[in-house]
């Protein structure tokens, strides 16, 4: 008997009492904290280390859909869209559009080009607003994490004006951005050159970590001479291009190394886990010599065409190779894959030097500073193995570094489209090239996905679509 | 307590006295049954020798001097071996009793021991029971019985036997007055009970016998007969936090027991379940070993969120729903995928034959009590337990061999390399040793039929049960252990090795106010395939070539050799264990708390080995080798805790039941994906840490809570009038903080008309019964944590510079919660002829709104979408069919029919704002949930032999987005029929299923034909070939153009799906009892078995019509996708107890 009462005791204690206790804390019970590999949005920027991570996220890789896609767009979409690169297979026929300079409305790639960028800006504009608001961060990482998310937002924003014209300046806040309508170009250039003069502000000479592969100021500058130089503000280009080149920092590597991850040339690289540029898998098939199928984007016979006898960057960026047809393989990037983390010594490399010295080039032709500009231009042409340019008027000046561009700068990050559109070449090369494709109204810029447009009706279509 | 201490005792005595003891009979027997049995043989003698035993052969030697009568009963039975029952109170107040230690008969010494006393012996069995001498019968006065009175004067002794004549052991025995006195009869149907009225009325009851009342009227012995339940009317029906019976059930219930299950040579009880339920639709994602089920209970109710039903195992959740999309209860829906596909069945840890029977509940009545989670059905499974009576041994042997039971018709040769160089004709282009290595290289003279190559061989299946079970009134136990050995028709032994151990205990007071039953399963399972589904090669070049003419693999650029693919091994590990323990107490009369706390752990780790031998040698950088060792590590664990009160009271002429309870429950999923890369030789291949660099693919994490307020009130008004309400507050983690509680609740209700009296005079007119009942639940199955705003961390392959990132993970949606779904049913009930002919008709309607979707946003937000409640409807209706009949029942033959059929629509019923949704084009309102588009195909160009559509909208050109109708869906149903046979002691079970749809029927073609270095199915040999011919079939070309393409889109490949599948066949005979008793058994069984025997199916170009894969649409059972089969499978065995 006294077995059973103290059972029936026990049980009650058991389960009855708990019970009770719990069911008053009901609504805390079924309250969560963050998982072992999420951390809560409003604790993301109160550390340096968490700060830091959210602010690195916008270099590579984190996030779908983040800086990778967005430099493999700009670099392939622009290459194609001009005279630079060749699409090699049928099984997107979207891209084959891209290289009609006919994408339609409902392009997906489009669609997802854009997609990936404003993925990124929602981050950048978070992590701008974070920083901006936290107390807790020591102020040089501040400083720096800051700058780098500022660099980030004027680098995409960038890109968009170049391939869209106006787009929605967005902020951190998901629901409003969506609905925003298109700001002018002017706007978002006036973005881009004053987010860019911020991170000069805040971001120190010195590269945090290793390899250049943090934005330092100088990444800053280099990006601002070159949107001073789109907007034909000469006289800061050709200042922002010597504050890079007379930092001591850089010099022109010869150009079989320029693009391994320690080149002297390079003013900011990504890094990427394994080694290997991102480009790589898509401007070869192998890392050896011999390619066994053509590469996805080959650079046209146009611009392989194009270069000087005795140009050692065709013999070092560029391989033909023999696969049924002859293509011309872009070879500035060597490795084809790695196995493990860091086997490979190749980066993307963003903005490197010989640009800022063809900026401020074309700054000195466009002010009148002929032989300054003469000069410019014979650095790079050193370095390529070929003798000093003849040319000597403003004009001619002009047309050499446009034809150094094309062949310095080919399947980087859309320079030739994007020097076609800005020189207002573009009409006349490519109605040339492409005659039974070309728009001369439509062609000039990508279009603004409708779909986009059906969900936000303030958006409006770019002229001729 | 001295009762059983006694009863144990000496059933252990005698057990352990055999031990010693090896005579022919113990061989005889290890011969006939498998060696796993032979430790519980020992048994055999312990029933062999008390058999036999009688009061007066059986001789002791006592010595007993000046003790207790207590002690000297002790020591009597320690020697006899017969068990000594009595009541304390009357024995304790003999003292002083001693007896010379001379031999004697057990009779004598009992004799010798109760002179002078008032009590006196008889023997029942092994057993002695001692009570009150006789005295004068006294006609006994009425007595005010109370519940729950201690004072217990009076014994009464019975036997229960069935129809036969024969004992009936466990049979429960009930006072009607007073519910705490019960017992269950032995193993030789004997009972007995301490009464305090000798006018009390017991109720006898089992399952599969009509419950029977019989009033004492002071009689102490009770000879029962039980009478056979014609139906099952009276069979338990388990449903959600309780029983009821068929009878008095006024909700949604189908249900298989293990009766049905243990026909079936299946490994998961998902499988056993297939063609059984009406309104259960069930597919296999492939045939291997392990691979995951896909089960919908009343079609899909949710346009975009999981339809997974909720697994209750014995009470504890089973719904390994981690959060992720498409929602998956598999278990490696995250990590490395073998052939098996993307996940593992949990349910395959569950050994069938540990299960008792499978409930699912269906409507509102049965599955609000599940709240948030009941929308998609509940599925509940309860395994065996231990049952009262003699200690029974039980084992079960089952061995046989599985094929593929349907290849599929592909070209020859020379058909194959006619159609290429057709195609390359066709585009005018020249085939080169790059493009076409299989016209310009290969040997045009070898025809290789892959699927003999690669899935032709035989499976091998073995499968090993042992069960022990037993136990007395107070205390039952069941052990159960499982082998299973299923392999694979791949060329080399893969397959997979089951091993799981089940404990079930029970124990209930004395005064039976306290019970407990543990359940503990433990299941291992080590699963050995390849990476790759070989069943998927089937439409590789005919002359391909394997080897080199040094004997080394042949490699080409564009084909993976495939039995590359078999250097690729994959492990998968998986541990399962799931306890429960159910307690009660009954406080007061009726009242009774009770809780379930349940936990369960489930683990998966997988490997997959990509040596360097098994890649083309030419992307092999020797520097940097890029062999590489894929590793995930899975675990989720689920703890459940649910008090709940129960009241039980009779209110005028009707019972009342009352449940309040609650739960909590909290489940973790752990993951961890990692890739070792770099290892400096094949053969160190296995571990990660000889990887020269290990890469962490991410991990996933997740915690989820829940808590629930939970009631039911049920009144049952003389088995007549019935009506059941239940209540749900449920709160779940996954819900927004605005959200995060809400309520659901269901009222059913049943009128038995058949026991209105004007019924009652219709003799072939034996049940009728209507009910209905409508009521809301809701569906939770979306991810975790979308409610806020989180930063994910990514692992290191997606490090910058070894340094983690975290980024947004998405739009925070704090109004975030469940979907809703109101169901209405509504039934007959019909048995005619003493149910022979049982008959149950449902019409159900269920609508889910609030739809949890991807709202679409523009994407310049930084994310295109976010997951929120939609105002869209979607419909659910169809008729249900459950249709049982006895056909012949004579003495020697016996022949039952189970029938089933569902009629089941699915739509859209309106979506607002569709254009917000984030896949909006998928869905169409009056459409299915999974509607497909489809262009309209108008013929082949005799000219040209590209297919034509019809320009629906009229623009001038062929569209995806404009040229595109519903498909057709014809009229489904689907369900299946078993016949069972029963002559002497042959049983025969045959079982059929059948789905009837309108579905792809082409698909394994890829057009367009003769592009690539693919073969293609028979359908190409009746292309357009030339200009002038009239095909429904495309011409070859190497140059697809979009029409080509969209011919497998288009109504041209869409047709009747419908199949026919001899599901089962079970055969078994019983070995005469006579002759088996003769050796020691009480039962023995030989069987042969098959699964998948035959198809019936137009749809010839895949292996099997029903075949599903994991998140593929559209719905269940399309066989569009191809996937290993499940096998052609038959095995013999037998089945032995004792």
Redesign the interface.
Known sequence: MKL?YS??KL??I???F??MI??SS??K??????????????T?YLTDA?A???V??L?????YG?SVPVQQAISFYGGVSSDELHYTL?TTPEITDVENNSIAI?SGIN?TF??YA??E???T??AITGITNSTTLTPSVKSQLLGEAKFFRAFVNFYLVNFYGG??L?GND??T????PRSTADQVWASVISDLKDAQGLLPTAYV???R?RVNQSAATALLARAYLYRKDYVNAEAMATQVINSGTYSLAPTASAFINTSNETILQF?T?YGYSSFAQSYRT??SAVN??PPTYVLTSKIANSFEAGDNRKTNWVDSTV??SKYYRINKYKIF?????G?GNEFNVVLRLAEQYLIRAEARAQQGNLSGAAADINLIRTRAGLANTTASTSATLLAAIAQERKVELFGEYGHRWLDLLRTGQANAVLSAMKPNTWNATRSVLFPI?DL?R???TA?TQNPGY | MQKDTAFAKGKFYSLFKIFSRINWLFVMRLSVCCGAILIFSFSLFASARTNGQSLNGTKVQLHVHQESLKSALQKLQDQSGFSIFYLSAKVSGYTNISIDAKPRTVAEALQSLLKGTDLDYHQDGNKIILSEKKKTAIPAKKEEVTAGATDMNKRIVGIVRDENNQPLPGVTVRSKQNNTLSTATDINGHFHLDISSENDVFIFTFIGYKPKEVATNGSTSLDIHMEPAAGTLDEVQVIGYGTTTKRANTGAVSSITAKDIENQPVSNPLAAMQGKLPGVQITQNNGLPGSGFRVQIRGIGSLASGTLPLYVVDGVPFTLFNGSSPASDGLNAFGVSGANGGEISPLSMINPDDIERIDVLKDADATAIYGSKGANGVVLITTKKGATGKTKYSANFYQGVGKVGHFIDMLNTTDYLAMRRAAFAASGTTPTTSNAPDLTVWDPNTNTNWQKELIGGTAHTTNADIAISGGNAQNTFLFSSNYRHEGTVFPGSFGANTFSNRLNAGHKSEDNKFGINLNVNYGYMQNNLIGTDLSTLYNLPPNLPTYNANGSLYWNSSVTNPLAYLLRPTSNTTTNLISNMDVYYHLLPGLTVKANLGYSATGLKQTLETPLTSLNPSTVVLSSPTNRLQYADNTYSNYIVEPQLEYVKKILSGNLQALIGTTFQRTNTDGLSLLGTGFSSDALIGNLNNAASIVNYGSNNSDYKYNALFARLNYNWDEKYIIDGTFRRDGSSRFGANHRFGNFWAVGAGWVFSQESFMKNLPWFSFGKLRGSYGLTGNDQIQNYLYDAYFNATGSANSYQGQSIIYPSSIPNPNLHWETNKKLDGAIELGFFKDRIYLKADYFRNRSSDQLVSVAVPTQAGFNSYTANFPAVVQNNGFEFELSTTNIQSRSFKWVTAFNLTIQRNKILSIDNASQLFSSSSYIVGQPVNATLLYHFTGIDPKTGIPTYQDLNGDGAITYAGDRAPAPLGHPYYGGMTNSFTYKNIQLDVAFQFNHRMGYINNTSSYPYGTGLTNQNASALQRWMAPGDNSIYPGATTVGTTPYYNYNSSDANWGDASYLKLKTVNISYALPKTWVRSIGFSNLMVFARGENLVTWAKQKYTYDPETTVSGAAPGLGTGQYIAMPQLRTMVIGLNCTF
Do not use: F, R
């Open positions: 059973k059972l029936s049980v009650l058991g389960m009855v708990p019970a719990m069911s009901c609504k019970y079924v309250e969560l904290d963050a998982p072992e590999n999420k951390i809560n949005a409003s993301a968490s830091t991570a959210a690195i996220a270099y590579n890789y984190g996030i983040s049928t409902g669609s854009w997609q404003y993925s800006l929602l981050a504009n978070d787009v929605p967005t998901p629901l951005n969506a609905y925003l970590g290793t390899l592969a890094a886990y192998s890392t066994i199928a696969s049924g894959t790695a196995a493990t983390a086997a996905p986009q059906q969900q936000n958006l």
